[in-house]
């Protein structure tokens, strides 16, 4: 959802996570093995700590087992189940020898991994589970751990292939933004959003404004959000119809049907105009309400049947991190 070049909808913004990392949820899931601790063979990794590993894959067929191995244990806090661990990763196939698109190479990024979550490929949610804060973990992962049957092939890995992770865990991100919610002006969308699941969102009788809304609710004590950063946040949508007097909106989408944060490239034309502007520049840690006119939405174009051409769309965001 919010792609520029998108419809709207979740399965759009699945579509773009799912092209640009190999963390995305398999195309048909199944109960993944329960991961060991070792297996013959095993891959071997080297290099320093907050670079890039080294993966030597060994010669012969993989066990076939999930493994996840911790080889240097964190000293942090212990990353418990359905929190969100910020990871920075590498990634090869076993068969080929091919190297994955990572964190740690040109134009890469963190990966925000639910920890345990159902909704996530084995490989990293429960690669994460129990680890702390600073370990560097190594991940064998056949089908059942990873993509499936499917496979994934915007990635160049099949349904056969093993795949091969090596796991920096940096942080654990907040699920939600903390503070005290600003009062919002009668005129304009009402927002309860103090729990974590999709923010409820009223809107008032009145007709919309014609000009971009971006009003800080909560503001974040983290540094300011630049265009070209990657900004992780958690987000609820709805569009305005005047004359529904309060009335709770239907929502269309929102990020907590996931099990993880939504992730882009802000202020860049990634996502659609409305974002791109009233974003980039809050703070990291802040809630904000945007309502967003047509022509910096979807203009005349209709996005399925919950979003009609010519509609004004409200957010509500909590921008969790920005890197």
């Not at 661990?85 to 080929?96: E, F, N, P, R």
């Not at 090596?166 to 503070?179: E, Q, T, W």
């Not at 729990?195 to 004590?221: H, M, Q, W, Y």
């Amino acid at each position: 959802m919010l792609t520029a070049a998108c419809g709207g909808g979740d399965d759009a913004a699945k579509k773009k996570d799912a092209s640009a990392s190999p963390s995305a949820q398999p195309s048909q899931p199944a109960a993944a093995p329960k991961p060991v601790s070792d297996a013959s063979p095993m891959p071997t990794v080297a290099g320093d700590a907050e670079k890039k590993p080294t993966i030597t894959i060994p010669k012969g067929d993989p066990s076939g087992k999930f493994v996840v191995k911790t080889l240097t244990p964190g000293t942090g806090a212990e990353v418990k189940k359905d929190d969100l661990a910020v990871t920075k990763y590498t990634g090869k196939i076993w068969k080929s020898g091919k190297d994955l698109a990572g964190s740690y190479d040109k134009g890469g990024v963190p990966q925000v991994i639910p920890a345990g979550s159902q909704t996530y490929i084995p490989a990293f949610s429960e690669a994460v589970l129990g680890q702390k804060v600073g370990a560097r973990v190594l991940v064998v992962a056949p089908p059942s751990a990873a993509f499936g049957a499917a496979g994934k092939q915007e990635l160049g890995v099949s349904g056969t292939d093993t795949l091969v992770f090596v796991l920096d865990v940096d942080s654990v991100m907040p699920k939600k933004v903390d503070g005290t919610q600003a009062s919002i002006p009668s005129d304009l969308p009402q927002i309860k959003a103090d729990k974590e699941e999709a923010a409820t969102i009223s809107v008032p009788k009145n007709d919309p404004p014609k000009t971009l809304v971006d009003k800080v609710l909560i503001e974040g004590k983290g540094p300011e959000v630049k265009s070209g950063q990657t900004v992780y946040m958690q987000y609820s949508g709805a569009t305005w119809k005047p004359n529904e007097g309060q009335a709770q909106a239907k929502l269309f989408d929102s990020s907590w049907k996931t099990g993880a944060p939504f992730s882009t490239t802000i202020g860049q034309g990634q996502v659609i105009e409305g974002w791109d502007k009233g974003l980039v520049g809050k703070k990291v840690g802040s809630r904000v309400l945007l309502v967003i006119p047509p022509e910096q939405g979807y203009k005349d174009k209709a996005q399925g049947a919950d979003i009609p051409a010519n509609s004004t769309l409200v957010f509500v965001v909590d921008i969790l991190g920005a890197m």
